[in-house]
């Protein structure tokens, strides 16, 4: 770019001294239509359980959903994202109870349809919340199958289009498994469902705070690089989200966010396709205690959120959803 000019011609602090003048020329904002709210759902009745690792997050019982997703609705914003803390008696090797139909995923989607009619519900599509060992499939001889995986993934995919999920989103990293999903979907006549695919989901270490909320964590003694991506890498973003646009994705997923805000931006310039990133559990926990800890105030909250919006975001899966829009008051 070739820039015309010198000082004192050129002042650029011009467009800077005034907040008016400010907000004429910003080219990032947000709002509501920007934020999906993750929330974490457990068993029994009459609970709101405070999560040690993710101060300000809560773990609801199903007949206590109401409280939260009545503010999602109060404060517009689009689409929820439900994750299960699933009681370690229900776990086994092979993930069985994301087939229940009565698991506490369903049993929020029905509960949340029933009464809300103008909000996207989205599910993971994974094993790890109801497998004994952590891992996001079937192990054999330490090693993760691919395939017989997917079988599982399908199934679960049905019977959460079944329950009336919007937005189905396979995390796992197996391979193939968006065309196999979107194939079984349309067999089923659930064209209408969306797939939002975790194309770029690295091994990340920050993590440790939503694998306490799902109860995973514990569960987990072997790390994830065999299937999700190596963070040191870039270019095999390309062939992770070519594949899974040609195989029937809506939207891509980078996981996590602040940290892969050129791998978000990469993406957003070679595919024509919305990307979503998630504000990860351990960024959230990091901001949430330079804040307590006065070592940074909460103008960070939105300081995050506009880099990842800036950087290609078309949606950005944030614990800081509700806290936000009450800071900025845009509710469009």
């Known amino acids: 770019m070739r820039i015309i000019g010198k000082y004192p011609d050129i002042r650029l602090r011009r467009v800077r001294n005034s907040d008016w003048v400010r907000r004429l020329v910003s080219e990032n904002n947000l709002s509501a239509n920007d934020l999906i709210l993750p929330i974490f759902v457990t068993e029994g009745k009459n609970k709101i359980q405070k999560i040690k690792s993710m101060e300000g997050v809560y773990r609801y019982s199903v007949d206590k959903l109401d409280q939260i997703v009545n503010q999602a609705v109060k404060f517009k914003i689009p689409m929820i994202a439900i994750f299960p803390h ?34 996207g519900v ?40 079944q329950m009336g999920c919007d ?28 797939i939002l695919s975790y194309a770029v989901k690295y091994a990340s270490n920050f993590y440790g705070p939503f694998r306490d909320a799902v109860g995973s964590r514990t569960n987990l003694k072997t790390n994830k690089k065999s299937y999700q991506m190596d963070y040191r890498n870039s270019n095999e973003i390309f062939r992770e989200v070519a594949l899974d646009i040609k195989e029937g994705a809506d939207f891509v997923m ?17 595919f024509k396709i919305p990307v979503f990133s998630y504000q990860v559990s351990g960024e959230y926990s990091l901001i949430k205690t330079g804040i307590k800890n006065k070592l940074i105030n909460d103008e960070a909250i939105l300081e995050s959120l506009i880099s990842l919006k800036r950087s290609g975001s078309s949606a950005i899966v944030t614990y800081f959803a509700l806290d936000v829009l009450k800071k900025i008051k845009n509710f469009s």
């Open 86 to 119: 699933t009681d370690n008696k229900k776990k086994d090797s092979k993930g069985t109870e994301a087939l229940n139909e009565n698991n506490l995923v369903c049993k929020s989607i029905i509960k949340i349809k029933n009464k809300f009619k103008n909000i």
């Open 122 to 161: 989205m599910c993971d599509v994974a094993l790890d919340p109801y497998t004994s060992h952590g891992h996001d499939g079937i192990i054999k001889k330490k090693q993760i199958l691919n395939d017989e995986t997917i079988e599982i993934l399908e199934k679960q995919s049905v019977l959460q289009a």
């Open 167 to 194: 937005v189905i989103a396979p995390s796992d990293m197996m391979d193939g498994r968006v065309g196999r999903i979107r194939k079984i979907l349309d067999k089923n006549n659930f064209q209408n469902v969306k």
């Open 254 to 270: 980078v996981k996590p966010g602040l940290p892969y805000l050129d791998i978000i931006s990469k993406i957003k310039d070679s």
